[in-house]
């Protein structure tokens, strides 16, 4: 990269090992309204338990089911009510350029630190069309940080790491990408063909630490809702060298990572806040809840969880 666009990185928040997805939290009312309190609570939790960096109206906090008023409000009641210098980072993809655009700089204007741009879903478009999109949105904010978003589970396509080298070549304020790819090659690609100051998450908790190994920086996780410390301790225990402890911190998490997907996100990581009094309502606007043997599946997980954390983590110290 050129001086001008070291320069352009430097200025670049730190967004840290942990970067939280948030869910968002809905009353158990008629309308399901958004509980903004309870979002105020929840951001708060997070911050001063292991969460580097805040997602906001993401897959995993429902904005698909969010009016454009109450996404804008969450962006503005977390930024209002956190600690000065809480990184916030705020999911503005859409199937159509424009709009696109329009929600990025909007991010920006609610003093979002970073937009999270995700792969155009249903329609599948080509490499090409992803790249002319990600540019177009890139360079409508040109001074502003924009993490790609490449999750083909859901959106039906892949952006490729060329396509991905070639954007940012192009545009020096795509600094990033949440990778949600369980093909560990598209890392090392990813890793050798853009720049070292790249910054790569996984978007799968279960395969941070073979990400890391690759290069990756950290998570967008949906975990650290209830072990943010921990993955913050595992990511940071690998960066130091520490790859025995890191491994056992990972060994520990696993069977977390599969509890909190046994059903789609964000079933489960919601009905777990729940039993654990961190939001008020398990309610989902779409997906209804999880079945009585699931919820006792995930109840057992938990206990499970905090069992062998009490009783290892002394050792992992």
């Known amino acids: 990269m050129g001086k001008v666009d070291e320069v ?60 454009e008023d109450e996404q804008w409000h969450i962006v503005d009641s977390v930024r209002k009510s956190t600690p000065y210098g809480t ?32 792969v155009p879903e249903y329609i599948k478009p080509p490499q090409k069309a992803m790249y002319a999109h990600f540019n ?21 396509s892949e952006i490729l790491p060329e396509t991905v080298a070639k954007l940012v070549c192009d545009n020096p304020n795509i600094i990033g990408i949440k990778q949600s790819v369980p093909n560990l090659d598209r890392v090392s690609e990813l890793r050798l063909n853009c720049p070292e100051n790249f910054q790569i998450y996984s978007g799968d908790d279960s395969l941070t630490l073979p990400m890391l190994s690759l290069g990756a920086k950290g998570v967008i996780s949906v975990a650290s809702h209830l072990a943010g410390e921990m993955i913050n301790k ?62 006792e599946n995930l109840k057992k997980a938990l206990m499970a969880f905090e069992c062998c954390k009490n009783k290892y983590m002394q050792k992992m110290i």
């Open 87 to 118: 990184r916030i980072i705020v999911s503005t993809g859409d199937t159509n350029t424009k709009r696109a655009i329009m929600k990025t700089e909007k991010a920006f204007k609610h003093n979002a630190n970073a937009a999270l741009v995700v």
């Open 8 to 67: 352009f990185m430097e200025k670049i928040p730190n967004f840290g090992n942990v970067i939280t997805a948030m869910v968002t939290p809905f009353k158990e009312d008629d309308n399901q309204s958004v509980d903004f309190e309870n979002v105020i609570q929840l951001a708060n939790y997070l911050v001063n338990n292991g969460t580097d960096s805040l997602l906001l109206n993401g897959s995993t906090g429902e904005a698909a089911q969010l009016s």
């Open 136 to 156: 177009a949105i890139a360079k409508s904010v040109s001074d502003k940080p924009i993490i790609i978003y490449n999750v083909p589970s859901r959106t039906g």
């Open 234 to 295: 595992m990511i940071r225990a690998f960066k130091d060298g520490k790859t025995d402890i890191a491994i056992q911190y990972h060994q520990l998490l696993f069977p977390l990572y599969k509890a909190l997907f046994m059903t789609t996100n964000p079933m489960p990581i919601k009905e777990a806040l729940y039993q654990r009094h961190l939001i008020n309502s398990p309610t989902l606007r779409t997906l209804g809840e999880m079945n009585t043997v699931e919820k």
